[in-house]
């Protein structure tokens, strides 16, 4: 079985940090949100992966290499960016007929990974919600078989939402529906969708099985990223990567507190996530992202993401400032 792991996406709704930095790569808990998904697959047993890459793609390369470097790992280039249906296309000369486990770049989830490898079915990652409309749904029968799915229908049917893991044991009739659907053109909101394929799949007599995630982290965007950090730090425990005690601060558990760095006279926490060599000095921070080498003096940050390599003097309430960024509110 191979995982493809789709990370093309310009990550429009986490600008400004997606302008300098893929999404798939904002640090969460302190891990990111690629390593959380690439150990989840690797403990499961799988070993090699397919990246769909595009925008920044180089950093997703350098990441996977550094990070992961006896991962089995191959990378496709999707220039033109035209949806999830468009990127898993490009991997069918990678695939070569094999099971695929596919894995959206922005999403983590918790479920039996096991049991899903182990069916004898394909299977979809479902989750109820209140309003499917801006997602995928399946509409599903009391043996938890998938007799449709539309890709964010107006008048739902079903509130079982894809969550965006899928088991596909026919490859070859998945990359069959995709061809079909670029060929004609068939796009759904203006990309090519993996829904529709799997659509395509079902009608032409594919079973597909429903399975229920137990926790769903959007990443996608910054109210759910920050929410997704807050959860993720209290399911995995605060951490302290520094063995000297911080001048005159508070600290208030869950925080994850990168190598490197100089924190005085502040109170951090709870839920913030602090990257390496970042220096913060006179300051109250919680519930908040902080990245790698950034310097924050007399401040006051609450839901705030602050990229890397970033300079803030002065007191706000709520920021999101990418990296690279100097800024004197005083």
């Keep these: 079985m191979k995982a493809i792991i789709p990370v093309a996406g310009a990550g429009t709704k986490l600008r400004p940090h997606t302008y300098t930095q893929p999404k798939a790569l904002i640090p969460l808990a302190g891990k990111t949100v690629l390593s959380i998904i690439i150990e989840q697959l690797k403990n499961a047993g799988i070993n090699e992966f397919i990246f769909v890459v595009g925008y920044l793609g180089e950093k997703i390369q350098d990441y996977v290499k550094k990070e992961h470097p006896f991962l089995q790992s191959h990378f496709v280039h999707q220039n033109d960016r035209q949806g999830i249906g468009h990127a ?6 990678l695939v070569k007929g094999d099971e695929i486990f596919v894995v959206l770049g922005d999403t983590i989830t918790e479920y039996p990974i096991d049991e899903v490898l182990k069916s004898e079915y394909s299977m979809l990652g479902v989750k109820k919600v209140d309003d499917p409309r ?14 449709h799915v539309i890709e964010k229908p107006q008048i739902p049917k079903s509130n079982m939402a894809l969550v965006g893991v899928y088991k596909i044991k026919e490859s070859n009739l998945l990359f069959e529906c995709l061809e079909a659907n670029i060929m004609q053109g068939l796009k759904t909101h203006g990309e090519f969708s993996i829904t529709d394929a799997i659509d395509c799949m079902i009608k032409k007599g594919a079973q597909f099985k429903a399975f229920k995630v137990e926790s769903w982290f959007d990443c996608g965007k910054r109210e759910t990223l920050l929410e997704s950090n807050a959860t993720l730090l209290k399911k995995f425990g605060g951490s302290i990567m520094s063995s000297q005690a911080y001048e005159n601060t508070v600290i208030i558990q869950p925080v994850r507190i990168g190598k490197g760095c100089d924190i005085r006279n502040s109170i951090i926490g709870p839920n913030v ?3 390496e060599n970042t220096t913060i000095e006179a300051s109250i921070i919680k519930n908040s992202i902080i990245g790698s080498f950034s310097n924050l003096f007399d401040i006051v940050l609450d839901y705030s993401i602050i990229g890397s390599d970033t300079g803030i003097r002065g007191e706000t309430r709520t920021l999101n400032i990418g990296d690279n960024t100097d800024i004197d509110l005083g």
């Design 134 to 147: 801006s997602f995928g749904v399946a509409e599903i029968d009391g043996d938890n078989i998938v007799r």
């Design 88 to 93: 898993l296309k490009l991997t069918r000369d």
């Design 273 to 275: 996530t602090i990257g």
